[in-house]
């Protein structure tokens, strides 16, 4: 699996705009791009995931560039309830490929 | 239903018993996941079940038992565990064993070992 780089902490202010990017220089062609957020005392929760381009849903938007080396999870007007660990996760579908969570980054929404 | 629970949601054990940790899903899910983690790190993968059969073992020590008795179902069997295996463990499923699979995950045990 291609190792992760997110960075370790970020403080926002509420109704901005947060976004966090993720680094994976050794990404393989068939590997998506999945991240997850976990609150304190909770499992992880899936936001979205991307191969390339852009991808959006109700909660989040993922930018991949063409050369797929890194990823931003932008999160659109954040409020309080968004204060989390987010982790930036690359994998594959093939073999017995394992999830193998990163670092993560932990978000802080200031009032 | 995109549910999974675990039970107990604490658990505290002494070095020398024996407890278990269940999981459960109702989402038709094949594979089934346990994690460990520990304050303010990642969860580190400890073993996955595909279909029923135990498809992944990272090396976990053998006081940690896994059981699958049915693709709902998936057990923690701990016996002799030392202090430093208190930690939050995670169950989760997906439909098939494949990373870009959403992994639902259960709110998790909060095991101290004493």
Redesign the interface.
Known sequence: ?AKTTQPISMDSYEGQEVNITCSHNNIATND?I?W?QQFP??????II?GYKTKVTNEVASLFIPADRKSSTLSLPRVSLSDTAVY?C?V???FG?????????TRLTIIP | DTE?TQTPKHLVMGMTNKKSLKCEQHMGHRAMYWYKQKAKK????MF?Y?YEKL??N?SVPSRFSPECPNSSLLNLHLHALQPEDSA?Y???SSQV????D???????T?LTVT
Do not use: H, M
């Open positions: 699996l998506y999945t997850y005392s909770q499992g992880p929760r899936f995931q982790y996760l994998g594959s579908n017995n490929e394992k999830l193998t969570f990163g670092t993560g | 999974v990642p969860p580190e993968l996955v595909s498809s992944i990272e939050l995670l169950c989760a064993l494949r990373v870009s959403e992994q639902y995950f259960g709110p998790g909060r």
